[in-house]
């Protein structure tokens, strides 16, 4: 069959360790383009692949000659650049957080219809094979309702992940706009919402900078979440678990427990209250130090060859990031923030 031809506009590093090696390795896959500023950056990928090189992304889209686009930029980019792909008439996967406003994510959302083309948001925690297995069992009903819940995504910090360490991005709020929430905590408020199947209704948050040196974006953050179904848990984002990372979620039920990623070894761990245990062996999450396949340019390509609109879609990607935003409002006004998830 022919190739979905891939454009991938910045060559940092969740390109360099997720998009670009998942790309190379589909069979229905040819990267034919890279953009980045820093033209250098391009250049070995584009001998590599024998691809074209541009350090203006304008420049990229304007030549065509592809069928989808991977934006892996700085936040502040995600919605300017995935508008004009998707005018472009590109396929778009753009990086989380989708954009860092509501009316952006909204923007981009109707570029794509507008244009034809599918938006996917690179929310990889819903692929990982724990999480998939944890709502299988949900499903079950075997545990019946979850009560309570606590999810965390916590590691030590861009400078131990990005590209340029201490310089990254990640710590100019002009470029980042938000720190540990945009990084990790929407990939949370996006796993917990499809897990529960259920939405956000209100939130309440601490958060701050408490340790991460000349910067003013957020290193830490606390949220208290009320759920649609009534279940309440506390979502946690850190760049400051400078001892090992922690990405487990733990669900309090009506007739049990589940842990997922707690144990290296048995990733999803039931207990029932009348002393059942079950464990499940099915693949880890994926960490910073231990890379696994994320799943999303699987899914991404499996949307364009079959014509299927993807199911991390712009709108739920909109729907996660309302809940981020929501929290820093809630830091800021000291109050409880109800969610419009209509």
């Not at 034919?32 to 420049?59: H, L, M, N, Q, W």
């Not at 999450?285 to 994320?294: H, L, M």
């Amino acid at each position: 069959m022919t190739k979905v031809r891939v454009a991938v506009i910045g060559c940092g590093s969740i390109a360099e360790r997720r998009h670009i090696p998942e790309y190379a390795e589909h069979p229905n896959v040819e990267l034919v383009a890279f953009a980045d500023p820093i033209i250098e950056r391009t250049e070995g990928y584009a001998k590599r692949f024998d691809a074209k090189a541009y350090s203006d992304y304008k420049e990229l889209l304007a030549a065509g000659g592809f069928d989808a686009v991977s934006v892996c930029t700085p936040n502040i980019f995600h919605a300017e650049m995935s508008i004009a792909a998707a005018n472009a008439g590109a396929h778009v996967l753009v990086e989380k957080p989708m954009a860092v406003s509501e009316e952006e994510a909204q923007a981009m959302i109707d570029a794509a219809k507008k244009n034809n083309v599918y938006l996917m948001v690179g929310h990889n925690q819903r692929l990982m094979p724990p999480h998939v297995k944890a709502k299988e069992v949900l499903q079950t009903g075997k545990l019946g309702r979850v009560l309570t819940f606590r999810t965390a995504f916590s590691h030590g910090g861009p400078e131990f992940w990005s590209i340029d360490g201490k310089e990254s991005w990640f710590f100019r709020k002009n470029e980042a706009i938000m720190g540990a929430m945009g990084d990790l905590g929407v990939h949370k408020s996006d796993m917990i919402r499809w897990l529960l199947d259920d939405e956000v209704v209100d939130v309440s948050a601490f958060i701050g900078t408490l340790d991460k040196k000349d910067t003013d974006v957020d290193d830490n953050a606390i949220c208290l979440l009320r759920m649609k179904s009534g279940a309440i848990g506390t979502l946690v984002a850190s760049w400051t678990a400078y001892r090992g990372e922690d990405n487990g979620t733990y669900l309090w039920c009506e007739n049990g427990i589940m842990k997922i990623g707690t144990d290296p070894d048995d990733q999803v761990i039931v207990e029932l209250r009348d002393g059942t245990v079950e464990k499940y062996r099915v693949g880890a999450i994926s960490t910073n130090e231990k890379q696994e396949v994320s799943g999303v340019v699987d899914a991404f390509i499996e949307s364009i060859v079959t014509n299927t609109p993807p199911s991390i879609s712009g709108e739920e990607g909109k729907k996660s990031l309302s809940v981020i935003l929501s929290a820093f409002q809630s830091q800021a006004d000291n109050k409880t923030i109800s969610l419009d998830n209509k």
